[in-house]
């Protein structure tokens, strides 16, 4: 018995003498990560950022056309986006250590574009300028640990309808893109037509086909289910004329047209203000979310609920703000898609490391993201609006001073074409409300003042 025990354990260790040994890289990775650790491998990071990736590459399609209606030009764009989300994402990976990998961010893209450039009539240029300081005023409040003060501000309730405003606002986009609403004199917008006899119709008929197939896909967790739905209905278009394809890879277009483009000639204007608040508020908002969400779910907050290494990823988000302006986009912030990762096993920030190179490799698939057309791409817009427009059902329902000036606050923003309008609606109709409740205590002082600046705002401009 005793000699067939040995047997074993002699056999037992050939057998794992005979395993290949991890290089001098791998050791470092598993040291610098904490992969072992945090009960993950090297392999297990790898696939964890490629699902990620496969889930938020839609952005290298989309915010370029989105930016795109502000004037900026479509290719140096497309290289920011990658470049942002790279860097962004890389920064996050390396110094904060955590699995979630930045980009620009939806709704802050058409915040960009529809509210700053088109309605408050201020260069992209300028726009960039206010992403720029919004994301300074963000790594100031990060540094000086204050953020929880400006979060504890805005009411709850604010704070889903903004998220679900956003979403909202970009269905409506989508919608009009794709042609499913067109305008109307007498009703503002109305169905467009979608009679499958003309041509002019396919799109819409296409872009409401893409956003079945992109929701069912995710339904059935496919990975790149938003990719795959905005490929297959580009290809689609293809025998119908709808899609001109231009070809899968070639070298980057040109950065230098948006590269440090900025304009300060209209900083101190009310609007340029309220515009910075807006990105600021907007970018707090939404990565305290995505960052407790993801950090949650892959069982990263300590005993406490508290997220270890906080400061560090608050400015990692801040640095990618500052950045993505410098070489021309919109506010990069965290991805809620990053929770798509942490569900393939993703820990560490080896995950957020591979999301980085994979969007520096996008760069050579310029021609073929350009031949994505904006009905595929209005498909992926409204299945984004759909995610972010649950913030509504979680929303307090029994005190209507709470609810009131939430649901005026989201339905505003698709209405005036304005989120900012929707934020400063939403602000004045709660302080107000309140005020007259004989709830004046649930006001704060900052979301006072921002209410006083939102009526000065709209009375003299």
Avoid at 73 to 78: M, R
Wanted: some cysteine; hydrophobic content about 55%.
């Amino acid at each position: 018995m005793a000699k067939a025990k040995k047997a074993a354990k002699a056999k037992a260790r050939a057998k794992a003498s005979s395993r290949p040994q991890p290089s001098q890289f791998e050791n470092w990775l598993n040291d610098y990560f904490s992969i072992g650790e945090n009960g993950s491998t090297i392999r297990t990071e790898i696939i964890a950022g490629i699902t990620t990736f496969l889930t938020m590459a839609y952005i290298i399609v989309v915010n370029p056309q989105i930016l795109a209606k502000a004037g900026m030009p479509q290719g140096a764009v497309f290289v920011a986006t990658c470049l942002a989300a790279a860097v962004a994402t890389a920064v996050m990976g390396l110094y904060a250590k955590y699995p979630i990998a930045l980009a620009p961010g939806m709704g802050l893209n058409a915040f960009f574009a529809f509210t700053i450039v088109l309605t408050y009539k201020y260069t992209w240029q300028q726009a960039l300028w206010a992403v720029f300081l919004s994301g300074v005023l963000f790594f100031l409040v990060s540094v000086f640990r204050v953020r929880e003060y400006i979060i504890n501000a805005i009411p709850l309730n604010l704070k889903l309808a903004i998220s679900a405003g956003v979403g909202l606002f970009l269905a409506i986009i989508a919608l009009e893109n794709a042609g499913i609403i067109v305008d109307h004199p007498a009703t503002l917008v109305t169905l467009g037509k979608l009679d499958p006899r003309l041509l002019a119709s396919w799109p819409a008929i296409l872009a409401i086909f893409g956003f079945i197939l992109i929701a069912a896909l995710n339904y059935r967790n496919i990975p790149g289910a938003t990719i795959i739905g905005m490929l297959v209905v580009a290809a689609v278009g293809i025998p119908l004329g709808l899609t001109k394809f231009g070809g899968v890879v070639s070298l980057p277009p040109s950065l230098s047209p948006t590269l440090l483009a900025f304009d300060w000639s209209r900083t101190f204007e009310l609007s340029f203000i309220v515009a910075v608040l807006t990105l600021f508020l907007i970018d707090v908002f939404d990565n305290a979310g995505t960052l407790i969400g993801v950090t949650h779910r892959s069982g990263l907050l300590d005993k406490k609920g508290n997220l270890p290494r906080m400061r560090q990823a608050l400015i990692s988000d801040s640095f990618a703000a500052m950045f993505g302006s410098a070489i021309g986009t919109s506010t990069t912030t965290s991805y809620i898609e990053s929770s798509a990762g942490v569900a393939a096993g993703g820990r560490t920030g080896l995950t957020a490391v591979v999301v980085s190179i994979l969007f520096l490799l996008a760069l050579f698939f310029s021609p073929l993201a350009a031949s994505i057309p904006a009905y595929a791409s209005a498909a992926a817009l409204l299945f984004v609006a759909a995610i972010m427009a649950r913030g509504l059902s979680e929303m307090d329902w029994n005190d209507i001073t709470e609810y009131a000036p939430a649901i005026v606050c989201a339905v505003s923003m698709p209405l005036t074409y304005s989120i900012a309008t929707g934020i400063g609606l939403g602000f004045i109709t709660f302080a107000l409300i309140k005020i007259f409740a004989g709830k004046e205590k649930d006001v704060t002082p900052a979301l006072f003042v921002l209410a006083i600046l939102f009526a000065i705002k709209f009375a003299f401009t």
